[in-house]
């Protein structure tokens, strides 16, 4: 029935009369416990396994309000930066770094994968990380100099970060399909997908494949935002920009993905190159922040403010 629920539990459930998913997804955790006589750490990873399955439709409020109120923002390594995220990147949600290259979507991942693994307290999710890389830039060493200059023990940052190259869309589709019993086994708070489009845009080429890709490219993103809300963990995706010419007013660059990439990504951050490691980053089209720009700096540390260069 459910993969990676033990067959006695399955056998409990189907005696309380869950004999469906969708019912299971559709219980809330603590009257499955109740009524299955199942511990409530069974009993809500039943749920969360359940939900990763179907989409329950209507949740109780009092759920969401419980989701929001465990909610962890992880330090991003500048203080201006966590500041236009209100606080930091987010549990139970997707952050989608925007940006041309050189603009520093990758050096915020590899500091993310060092500052996550740190304690609540001290500003990260105390868990451990994933990382699917499709473009083959993830370097072990550039992480264990941020460690070290930040003072930490860089082997057992290492040790913390689970990596999966992805050789094209197929592949990154099942390592994504991977993550619920991943996340669950592995202990991880953050999985980062640098990047999550570039395969799809290389292999989906021409106009008459465009709804087939857009098609595809969603169904991962709402995976990935359905893991990022069951278990409450943070999703972290880069994303290229698409120079637009014809653009009369604005910027004329535009993130890829259209309107299925805009939709899912409950963040969305914009970076752009400044003066020499400077970089500027605004958080565009959040319900919730206003748009400001601020300035941070690429060091050996990783991510700092740009006046602490
Ligand atoms: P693409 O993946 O090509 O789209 O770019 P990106 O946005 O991921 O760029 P990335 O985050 O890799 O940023 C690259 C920039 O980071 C380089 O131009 C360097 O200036 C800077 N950088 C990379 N490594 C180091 C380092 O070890 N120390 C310092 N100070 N800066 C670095
Ligand atoms: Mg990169």
Redesign the pocket.
């Known amino acids: 029935m459910l993969k990676g629920v033990a067959s006695t539990t399955v056998n409990k459930l189907l005696k309380a009369g869950f004999t469906t998913i969708q019912a299971v997804a559709m219980t809330p955790a603590r009257e499955i416990a109740e009524l299955v006589g199942m511990g409530s750490d069974t009993a809500v990873k039943v749920c969360r396994l359940a939900r990763m399955h179907v989409d329950p439709g209507f949740v109780p409020a009092l759920e969401i309000l419980d989701m929001r109120q465990h909610m962890v923002k992880c330090n991003t390594g500048s203080q201006e930066l966590n500041r236009i995220l209100g606080g930091g990147v987010e549990t139970g949600a997707i952050t989608e770094?925007i940006?041309?290259?050189?603009?520093?979507?990758?050096?915020?991942?590899?500091t993310l994968a060092v500052t996550a693994q740190q304690p609540v307290e001290e500003g990260g999710y105390g868990g451990n990380v994933c990382v699917i890389d499709t473009?083959g830039?993830f370097m072990p060493e550039?992480i264990m100099?941020i460690a070290e200059e930040r003072g930490l023990d860089s082997t057992k940052i290492l040790e913390g970060i689970l990596i999966a190259r992805a050789y094209n869309s197929e592949h990154q589709i099942i390592l994504i399909n991977s993550l619920p019993e991943l996340v669950e086994k592995s202990g991880i708070k953050l999985v980062i997908m640098?990047?999550m489009i570039g395969h799809f845009r290389g292999e989906y080429i021409g106009r008459g494949t465009l709804a087939e890709r857009q098609q595809k490219l969603g169904s991962c993103l709402s995976k990935l935002l359905r893991v990022a809300e069951a278990f409450n963990i943070s999703v972290v995706l880069?994303n290229?920009v698409l120079s637009t010419p014809d653009t009369m007013y604005g910027d004329p660059n535009k993130p890829t993905g259209g309107h299925v990439m805009a939709h899912a990504c409950t963040h969305r951050v914009f970076?752009r190159?400044g003066r020499q490691?400077t970089r500027l980053a605004r958080v565009i089209d959040s319900p919730s922040l206003p748009e400001e720009k601020i300035r941070f700096?690429?060091?050996?540390a990783g991510i700092v403010d740009a006046d602490e260069e």
Do not use: H, P, V
């Open positions: 770094l940006g041309e290259f050189g603009s520093g979507k990758t050096q915020i991942c590899f473009e830039t550039r100099q640098d990047s880069t290229q970076l190159r490691n700096a690429i060091t050996a």
